[in-house]
């Protein structure tokens, strides 16, 4: 089944969301009182990018952690914005939980679930593999990708993030067409602005956790994408991506993305780091799903089954894996084994 197909699906009430869908949640989102949407930016062809709050608003902000939870930066890999709206609608649909909510007296949620909606879009018209944000790289006037062999335009902008932003042409490429492309300089894209807009020093924000949602593969990963060097809170993350994966059902790749490939201008990269003064957070990407559930596109049925295993992994964050967290930080490195990144 190809991405197009799987649009006009529906089962049991699930099914896969497209950016005007995603619209018409915001206004329904808008009726909770523990939910505060807004936008953070546009996009290169003036859509909405969403940020949307889950807290108990009644609780002053600076007594509450916050972590981050973005989807959709990729925009093949669609179950990867399915999973962060259930996550939104599951607390919007269980207020009269009383555990729930008082998770909500201790944390901000913020979720931007649709990070590349001009992309997304493109998807949703059978551009199946477009995997960029969508911009004349080139500047031919003509935008559009071989679906062949994913050359095009566009920015991948999980290569247009600051830290470490174009280090080599490895981990990134200087060409326009390159599905890889990491455009004219760090930051350069309004969707990357976006987050910056909330992460940096100058917003003030300090985020505990920042979770990254992509496809596919089964891969449980954390920084740093740049180089084998290991992170300094390397301990912390290999305990906390082994819990994950006895939360998460099936076989799991756990460890730093470098051991995947290397990469620069990354999210979790970023968010990981101190870039421009800002305050570092623990940082994972998720790859959602494997090829035998269908890769990019997996049938509507794996979205609750998806998305409940990776809210177990969320829960787990919000009430146990946080003390964890804040009690380990700091710890360093020392192992040079490069054999222990691997889980």
Sequence with gaps: MNIFDVFSEEVDGYYYHTYDSVQELMSIYDESKYVQKSEIGYSNEGRNIYLVKLSDFSVPSENKKKILLVGGTHAREIMSVEVPLYFIEYFICHSGDEDLMQLLKEYEIWVVPMLNPDGHVRVENGEIFWRKNV?????????????????????????????????????????????????VAAFSEPETQAIQSITSRESGNEFLLVLSYHSYGNFILYPWSYTIDLIDNFFLYNSL???????????????SISLMHL???????????????????????????????GGFSPSVEYIPQTAEEHFGVLMYLL?????????????????????LMIS
């Design 263 to 293: 990469q620069n201008g990354v999210l979790v990269d970023y968010s990981a780091s101190n870039y421009d003064g800002k305050s570092p957070s623990i940082s994972f990407t998720f790859e959602l799903n494997n090829e035998a559930e």
């Design 319 to 339: 009430n146990d894996g946080s003390d964890k967290i804040l009690q380990n930080l700091g710890t360093q490195a020392s192992a040079t084994d490069k054999n």
């Design 135 to 183: 911009k004349d790289t080139n500047g031919d006037g003509v935008i559009w990708q071989d679906q062949d062999t994913e050359q095009g335009d566009g920015v991948d902008l999980n290569r247009n993030f600051g830290y470490q932003w174009g280090i080599d042409d490895v981990g990134s490429s200087p060409d326009s067409m390159d599905s890889c492309y990491r455009g």
């Design 241 to 255: 991506s082994m819990t994950f994966d006895n939360i998460l059902t099936g076989s799991y790749f756990k460890g």
